[in-house]
């Protein structure tokens, strides 16, 4: 599952929430943002310096990367490769290039966490005290870009309030899991009875 959004929308708190949940994995980007005060290093995500990421994409070790606001953002193939051999559901917070990539090498849900308005997610950005002024416009003109790409996710989720947010994930995820695509194996194992 792929979820995207404006940046400051919340999508790290929700899926802070969800990591938690049995079955569920989130995968952990590498970047070369500096870390905020309390991010930590293989947690929040892998830190590390332009030079490495940059050999990194020459060895074919990226799944997707993007450069968003003048640092690189990226999945690590092997790290995701793991997640996914354990067979459950993993989650990548990734930008909307990101998802479009993904998507075309992998079978997933793309959600799109969206703020119930756009004043709310200036004010939040700004709260949250992580970014500069001159940042948090970058931000801004970001996610206007980003929302042009909403139509082509299968789900949108209004992060009005946090559990809310997390019970609309739920539930999709809920719904996916039902889908005959994912339930060949179940499909199969009932129709042997019937010889
Ligand atoms: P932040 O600096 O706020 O943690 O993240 C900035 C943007 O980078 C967010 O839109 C986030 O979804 C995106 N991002 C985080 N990890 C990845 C990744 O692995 N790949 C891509 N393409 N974008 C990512």
Known sequence: ???????????????????????????????????????????????????????????GEMVEYNEYCGNFYGTIKSKLEDLLKKNEIVLLEIDVNG?????????????????????????????RGTETKENVEKRLKQAYIEMKDIYSYDYVVVNDEINNAVEKIKSIAKAESFKVKRRKFEIEEILKSLL
């Open 99 to 127: 998802a479009s990539l993904v998507s075309k090498k992998l079978d997933c849900v793309k959600i799109f966490l969206l703020p119930p308005n756009f004043n709310e997610l200036k004010k939040r950005l700004i709260l």
């Open 1 to 59: 599952m792929v979820v995207s959004g404006p940046s400051g929308v919340g999508k790290g708190t929700v899926l802070k929430h969800i990591s938690s949940f049995k079955g569920v994995s989130v995968s952990v980007s590498a970047t070369t943002r500096k870390p905020r005060e309390l991010e930590k290093d293989g947690e929040d995500y892998y830190f590390i310096s332009r030079e490495e990421f940059l050999e990194n994409i020459k060895k």
